[in-house]
């Protein structure tokens, strides 16, 4: 059996890959997939060179890795399935032309964190909102030349608001569950951090919406869109089954990636049998991606509703599968040679305040998030650390509970190669690091966490049982 590595040799990796992180996107514009590449192809070097690990021990870290995150690979694969079929059928053209009409510009962030927020909390998914009330608003964004990066912001936080707080969400169940505490107990302490945090960032968005927004009427050019979008297809209910389909799914927490094949399919009929649009354009935009060409001469059509309307189909969704695979090759190398659980362990060892213990629980679930880009495992692995470590301080099990929800939950759609943050980035069209300066809900949380740490304020001792 092996020697563990030392902790230096396992932290070589991890700072390697963030200076290529940094020199990489932000000086050279390199794309993230091509820096985790060459960070997975050093943590191999290291691992075959230094821990004397075979290349078929590594291929073996790196295939059960990629395993583990095809969930949610093959429900990003099928949102762009959905999406160019809801084009086809009418369903978000007929959700921008009303959204258009009926949202005030300068309120639609504002409504974005909202809409979000209560589907997400009463549904428990914030995928499953995302997926249907999320690309919705992106068009309505489009149309009223919002800004996307800030509006994407919106919707994700808004989503994670509810996957926080909602007790039917699987990473607050899971929290609950590894950490030993009442579910409804958790939550309740979770208002302490996440009510400041809503209330901040329902004013920043309204405000940047305030600023964004040059007119309180809709322009000519998105009058003529509105326009052109009724001259296209014909609306009514029909057009809007795609998405109730979604949002029944998601209410009665039925899987997702059946709920966008049979969305998929009723646009398709929807388009068929409703639209007048032939078949197998509908059955070709599920694959190529949908273009205006199959339904109509686009040449007389605004730019702003070819870009609005052409979107999605799998073959379209490569890059986001090219990036998943690297970033997992780095993660399967560090977790199978044991290099993260050193370097997790080292600094877990080094806990001695309460303070201490929040942040570097804190800490430590963003690496972990950082480093493999599941969030569920962070809660999993720092549990088992800092349990211990918890109790010997005197904290209440719900102090570590919170600090995983607020540092683990929270930073998982902020980071690009995240299950999350690729989920974000590909359903919405919108890089995640440019939504990312935006997403106040989430780096609040973690500041009140730190502020109540600091202050001693609501730290609940190990003999406290409630929030």
């Known amino acids: ?20 992180l940094v020199i990489g996107i932000g000086v050279m514009g390199w794309p993230a997939s091509v820096c985790l590449l060459i960070s997975a192809a050093f943590s191999c070097i290291i691992a075959m060179a230094k821990l004397k690990y075979t290349w078929d021990e590594i291929q073996g870290f790196i295939i059960d890795k990629i395993s583990a995150v095809m969930a949610p690979v093959l429900i990003v694969i099928f949102v762009g399935f959905m999406v160019a079929t809801w084009s086809y059928a009418g369903t978000l053209p007929m959700l921008v032309y009303y959204g258009m009409l009926l949202v005030a510009p ?13 589907l997400s909390y009463v549904s428990g998914a914030s995928w499953g909102s995302v997926a249907s009330i999320g690309v919705a608003l992106m068009g309505i964004g489009s149309g009223l030349h919002a800004d996307l990066p800030i509006l994407a912001a919106a919707i994700v936080t808004g989503a994670y608001f509810g996957d926080k707080l909602s ?5 607050t169940n899971l929290t609950s569950a590894v950490t030993k505490t009442k579910l409804y107990d958790l939550i309740k302490y979770l208002l302490w951090t996440t009510i400041p945090s809503t209330i901040i960032s329902l004013l920043f968005f309204t405000w940047l919406g305030m600023i964004h927004t040059s007119t309180g009427s809709i322009s000519p050019e998105s009058m003529q869109m509105l326009v052109q979008l009724k001259e296209l297809y014909k609306f009514g209910l029909l057009p809007l089954l795609p998405m109730l389909i979604v949002l029944c799914f998601t209410f009665l927490r039925l899987p997702t990636v059946p709920a966008l094949l049979s969305s998929a399919f009723v646009a398709v009929l929807v388009g068929w049998l409703y639209q007048g649009f032939p078949l197998d354009e509908g059955i070709k935009a599920t694959m190529s991606g949908f273009r205006l060409t199959m339904i109509t001469d686009s040449t007389t059509l605004l730019p702003s509703v070819k870009e609005l309307l052409e979107q999605g189909g799998l073959n379209n969704q490569g890059g986001f599968l090219s990036f998943i695979i690297c970033a997992m090759m780095f993660a399967g190398i560090l977790t199978g040679t044991g290099m993260m659980d050193v370097t997790l362990q080292s600094a877990a060892n080094k806990i001695k305040s309460a303070f201490g213990a929040i942040l570097a ?4 679930a963003i690496i972990i998030n950082l480093l493999t880009g599941s969030d569920g495992l962070n809660k999993i692995v720092i549990s088992e650390l800092v349990m211990k470590k918890f109790e010997d301080l005197n904290l209440s099990p719900l102090v570590l509970a919170r600090t995983l929800e607020d540092f683990g939950t929270m930073s998982a759609p902020i980071i690009p190669w995240s299950a999350a943050g690729l989920y974000m980035a590909t359903t919405l069209g919108v890089p995640t690091f440019s939504y990312l300066p935006y997403c106040v809900f989430c780096f609040c949380s973690m500041i009140f966490a730190l502020i109540y740490a600091s202050t001693g304020f609501r730290l609940l001792r190990f003999n406290e049982a409630k929030a």
């Open 1 to 20: 059996m092996r020697e563990k590595p030392s902790f230096y040799v396992a932290l070589t990796p991890i700072i390697f890959m963030m200076i290529v």
């Open 106 to 118: 300068a309120w639609l962030y504002a409504i974005a964190f909202f809409l979000n927020a209560v």
């Open 167 to 171: 007790p039917l969400s699987d990473t």
């Open 361 to 364: 629980s804190g800490v430590l």
